[in-house]
């Protein structure tokens, strides 16, 4: 596994240089929800991509735990840790990576440093969910030996954070 790939807990600074990542190396489409309006980066995205995090993270009381993705010095991404409504005490799973850093490792290492922090946390299972056409988060899944549901053009795994071997 890479070892200069680190999580850190978003603050306002970092948020800054997720939003600089995002703009230079990101689709928006990839990175937040939808925004309607012309297409790419426009002022009212990059304001919403900011509203988005400040809200769900950074706020009194946020609803998930969000990290920028570090690789060496730059922030090259941002992870998500997203609690859910429901039995099995669960998290759901959220990452993004500028283009020019992805398929070479990235990815596979912020999923393990996630499920350790989620099991830090006191999680049972980490949630993921995907498209069919995500080959890459399907084979990141893949290498941890976990079941993949796929229902038409969603493709879903629970990782068992209690059973030894992951992470
Ligand atoms: C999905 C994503 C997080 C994966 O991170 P990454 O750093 O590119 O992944 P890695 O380099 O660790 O590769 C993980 C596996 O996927 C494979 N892979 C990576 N990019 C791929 C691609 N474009 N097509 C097919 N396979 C790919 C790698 O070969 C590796 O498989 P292997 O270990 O069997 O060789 C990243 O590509 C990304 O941010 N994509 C855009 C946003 C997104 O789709 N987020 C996930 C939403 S659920």
């Known amino acids: 596994m890479r070892s200069d790939v680190t999580l850190r807990r978003l603050d306002e600074v970092l948020l800054q240089d997720l939003l600089d990542a995002a703009v230079v190396d990101a689709d928006p489409d990839e990175v937040m929800p939808p925004v309607a309006g012309a297409a790419g980066w426009t002022g009212e995205r990059r304001t919403a991509f900011l509203r988005f995090h400040r809200s769900r ?8 735990s969000t990290y920028a993705i570090v ?7 941002a992870a998500r840790l997203y609690p859910l409504e429901g039995p099995r005490h669960a998290v759901e799973a959220g990452v993004w990576i500028g283009r020019s850093h992805r398929g070479s490792g990235v990815g596979s290492a912020v999923l393990r440093h996630l499920l350790v922090l989620a099991r830090t946390d006191g999680f049972d299972s980490l949630f993921v969910s995907t498209t069919s056409g995500n080959t890459a988060v399907q084979r990141l899944l893949a290498a941890m030996d976990v079941d993949l549901v796929r229902e038409g053009d969603s493709v879903t795994a629970w990782v068992d954070l209690v059973a030894a071997g992951h992470g």
Request: aromatic fraction near 0%.
């Open 57 to 64: 993270s950074l706020s009194a009381e946020p609803v998930e």
């Open 71 to 77: 690789v060496g010095d730059a922030v090259v991404g």
